[in-house]
RNA sequence: GCCCAGGUGGCGGAAUGGUAGACGCUGAGGACUUAAAAUCCUUUGUCUGAAAAGACGUGCGGGUUCGAGUCCCGCCUUGGGCACCA
């Protein structure tokens, strides 16, 4: 059965295929299969208010059109889809109307479901998602109680980034030069009680799995970046005359005579013991004003350095020499040892400094110049920063900078003055947020002698399931402890409560949830209860929950086994699917998702909750950005914004999904045409009429193709197939183009319009099952075997040889297919035309490329 | 400042070192129509020329090559990332 539309009427195809998949589970992974698998994996996408951007579909057709043709290709498809649903814009709304998040969260989810089957996707639903769905963070709770258990999870109060805006705490990541990454509101410094990831842990395998997996250039470099590992030494200078030594963090050792001060932060815990008492005030006051800088101000005005001499002087362990103690901010105390030697001839920020200041600068690298002799030492300008030959440093003069660096750092650890040291930018993970609508963090805190009495007794049902060194924070004059939520008792869900704004002072929206927060729990057993009674002790609930990354970390194996209720993920079903064959989503993810959900997977790996890879995505494709079509971000302000569904009600969805990919190369920012739709559009209507009469029925075919129309069709099925593989979906859709222009000419035969319409099914699925149908082929099209192309079809019996000289096409000709050169030549040497070109000059040379070109070179 | 990726007609874009501008849009002319829409045909890089044809053309300046959008060097410019990380 299909539709019975006379002409091109994409508003009763789409919905009646879009159904009937639907319905029929057409595209229903198998999680035992003899086939071979491939999982295509979209970046699940946050179910806004706003319904989907017309980039959505951009990166879901890309993944689709790879789903479709795997299909047809014979594998088991995986395409899910599902719902990143907690976040903010969803608390922001329930903040103002006072209505639960979950009930906006699922009419957005609904929505979102609408339009993204009114795009045809061919997506197995029945492995939908959604990180709000208790029986998924179920899951997202347990792995927070493998990583608390580890020590992988601890509570600091350490400074944190605090959105007075956001009223919320925010990673590093999601800083953006002193700004919050969503909303682009100031952020400030603030000290707060927060769960941290310990991340840092696993940078150097985070570092190491970029090498092995297929992801754009771009991306694995900005991970280097984020980690930023660094080689260098860790050297100590013994405060004068005889104090406490305050090591220092470099890479340049080499350079360790032209120290002529160092500096600390302001926060080192060095300072108040070296101030000397004329400098006490002038300190003091600094470091105030430090801390009331905003990080903004510490690194927008980074320009114009500040700083205050301590009064005090330390030795240089390598030759002795006293120099003064500075602080300053434009140390930070969160990298490195919070504390630098600095090299003013040979750092840009230490020359800047030692400038405004007058402190002596000290060349000990000299530069490298060429001369009529050989290679000369140059003094030039300073600050010098690249590498040279060692002056001023006594023993080391000579040496090159990586000679030096090496014996240098020798000399340090042979003298005790100093030991190499590898350090990171990444920092640890903060990983609690002031919300509501977040995953419950599952912990309980009870007092310090609840927990050491019932660690002692050797009965404590948490014994096992905590990490070596107590999780614990004082407040009220008592030290609380952090003790999981039994297992079983998973998932915890949100309470109930009127009031969905967090505090101001970062206290969650959770703690006016009485009932929720303050409870007992019998620590023997783990049962928690509402009233005090024998064997329970009372306890509180963490009321911090998780940010918005959680659920996406280990999104792409609940996919394989969305129901399973043992762990959380079926070990079967990964043994099959293993991880995603392919990725695909938007480039702003690089730092953030991306690099939490490996580190995820990685300790989700080693703790052997998952067996099959150690990386999560293998290969990863970033689609690009569609702009306005002023070329522009699309913007509400800005009204350059493109509705899909207003496109799919004008055009239909097979137009939108072509037209996406027509655009332009998929990783390209491109911007939006409307009347480039047209085009596409058009093409359908042509391939229609290519195939349909007007009344609706097929056409009746030549028994036999014209042999130009089976080489055209060839060349099709070439080109569709490798683009495909390539993901170059622009130029697959110009040859489908060719193919149709010529068809329209020439006719086709019956057979010839079946493989067409199977190559043009990826792209536009609907329109291609509909004809398919209606040629009398069996439903449903993606399971047709895809048309293998025959390459002694694709030989030309004649080819057109151009003819150069110097280099200028003069001429053309047209050879038999196995000329020789010889012939070639020969008939050149016919042309008149060409000759002219000749005439009465020496001809130096002839080049041919065999079957293109006959190049003269002529002489002057 | 540092690190990437780009820069090709009026526009989106195509081009294993070998016919630059495929395919699509737009514009112009025409057919069909009472008319419009839709559809179809022709044409559409710039300059000279009636035409045939020629010259010039891939951000700019050099270079390598018989031949460069493509490779090399220097610069300009747009976009992205990082930015006191010692």
Not at 180 to 208: C, H, M
């Amino acid at each position: 059965m299909s539709v019975g539309c006379k002409n091109y009427n994409f508003r009763e195809i789409e919905p009646f295929w879009q159904k009937k998949w639907l319905e029929g589970k057409t595209f229903r992974a198998e999680n035992e299969s003899e086939k071979e698998k491939y999982y295509v994996l979209d970046m699940f996408p946050y179910p806004s208010g706003a319904g989907l951007h017309i980039g959505h579909p951009e990166g879901y057709t890309a993944s689709d059109i790879l789903a479709r043709y795997k299909w047809a290709k014979g594998y088991n498809v995986l395409h899910p889809m599902g719902w990143d649903a907690f976040g903010l814009p969803a608390e922001q709304h329930a903040i103002a109307t006072g209505q639960h998040p979950s009930t906006n969260t699922e009419k957005n989810i609904d929505r979102f479901r609408e339009q993204i089957q009114s795009l045809g996707f061919a997506i197995d639903w029945e492995r939908e998602v959604d990180t709000t769905d208790p029986n998924y963070f179920h899951w997202t709770q347990w792995i927070f109680l493998q990583l608390f258990k580890r020590g992988l999870a601890y509570v600091d109060d350490k400074p944190v980034w605090w959105c007075p805006e956001l009223r919320s705490v925010l990673a590093n990541e999601e800083v953006i030069n002193g700004r919050s990454e969503r909303g682009d509101f100031p952020v400030e410094r603030k000290n707060l009680r927060q769960w941290i990831l310990r991340i840092t842990r696993y940078a150097d395998r985070l570092l190491e799995g970029l090498k092995f997996i297929d992801w754009p250039d771009s991306t694995k470099r900005q991970q280097i970046a984020w980690i930023g590992r660094s080689e260098g030494v860790e050297l100590n200078f013994e405060i004068a005359p005889s104090g406490p030594k305050i090591s220092v963090y470099t890479t340049r050792p080499d350079t360790l005579c032209g120290v002529t001060f160092l500096v600390l932060a302001p926060e080192h815990e060095l300072v108040e013991p070296i101030i000397t008492p004329e400098n006490r005030e002038k300190i003091r006051e600094y470091i105030n004003s430090a801390k009331r800088k905003s990080d903004l101000e510490r690194t927008d005005l980074a320009k114009d350095k500040s700083g205050v001499f301590t009064g005090s002087f330390a030795k240089n362990p390598l030759n002795g020499e006293l120099i003064p103690i500075w602080i300053a901010d434009y140390v930070l105390i969160s990298y490195g040892t919070g504390a630098i030697m600095a090299v003013p001839a040979h750092d840009d920020r230490d020359f800047e400094f030692a400038q405004k200041f007058n402190i002596p600068i000290k060349r000990v690298i000299a530069s490298v110049g060429d001369s009529k002799d050989g290679k000369v030492l140059a003094s030039g300008n300073l600050p010098f920063c690249s590498e040279g030959i060692l002056v001023n440093s006594g023993e080391f003069d000579g040496l090159a900078t990586e000679e030096a660096a090496k014996k240098i750092t020798e000399n340090a650890e042979r003298l005790g003055f100093g030991q190499r040291a590898v350090k990171y930018k990444l920092r640890d993970w903060l990983f609690s947020r002031q919300r509501y609508w977040g995953e419950p963090i599952p912990i309980l805190w009870i007092e310090r002698k609840h927990y050491d009495r019932a660690l002692a007794e050797k009965k404590a049902y948490f014994a096992d399931k905590i990490p070596a060194n107590v999780v614990s924070h004082k407040k009220d004059g008592l030290e609380w402890c952090a003790i999981p939520i039994p297992e079983e008792q998973l998932p915890l869900k949100l309470p109930e409560t009127e009031i969905y704004l967090p505090s101001d002072d970062g206290e969650s929206p959770l703690v006016h949830a009485k009932q929720w927060l303050n409870i007992f729990v019998n620590l023997k057993t783990g049962e928690i209860a509402r009233e005090g009674k024998e064997n329970f002790v009372s306890a509180i609930r963490e009321t911090n929950t998780m940010p918005q990354w959680a659920g996406s970390c280990w999104y792409h194996l609940r996919y394989l086994s969305p129901n399973y209720g043992k762990g959380l993920v079926d070990p079967k079903a990964e043994a099959y699917w293993k991880s995603p064959d392919f990725y695909i989503g938007g480039a702003e993810h690089a730092v953030l998702h991306l690099l939490y959900a490996r580190f995820w997977h990685l300790f989700l790996w080693d703790i052997g909750a998952i067996s099959v890879a150690e990386e999560p995505f293998t290969k990863l494709f970033h689609q690009g950005i569609i702009l306005g079509s002023d070329g522009q971000k699309m913007s509400k302000s800005r009204g350059n914004v493109v509705n899909p569904d207003e496109v799919i009600r004008q055009y239909g969805a097979d137009s939108l999904r072509l037209y996406e990919m027509f655009l332009g190369p998929l990783e390209a920012m491109k911007p939006w045409s409307t009347q480039g739709i047209e085009g596409v559009y058009r093409f359908l209507k042509k391939v229609w009429v290519l195939f349909i009469d007007g009344e609706g029925k097929a056409k009746i075919f030549p028994e036999k193709d014209d042999p130009g129309v089976d080489q055209l069709l060839n060349e099709t099925i070439k080109k569709v197939t490798e683009d495909i593989e390539a993901l170059r979906f622009n130029t697959a859709i110009a040859q489908m183009m060719i193919f149709v222009n010529g068809a329209q000419k020439i006719g086709i035969s019956r057979q010839t319009a079946v493989s067409f319409l199977q190559l043009l099914a990826p792209f536009a699925p609907h329109v291609a099952e509909e004809l398919w149908l209606r040629l009398g082929e069996k439903f449903p099209i993606s399971r047709a075997k895809w048309p293998i192309f025959n390459a002694s079809k694709l030989v030309k019996n004649d080819r057109k040889i151009m003819l150069q000289v110097n280099g200028k096409v003069r001429d053309e000709i047209l050879v038999d297919d196995g000329a020789s050169r010889e012939e070639v030549e020969r008939i050149a040497w016919q042309r008149s035309r060409f000759m002219a070109f000749l005439e009465g000059k020496e001809i130096l040379k002839k080049i041919y490329i065999p079957g293109k070109i006959l190049n003269i070179v002529l002489g002057r």
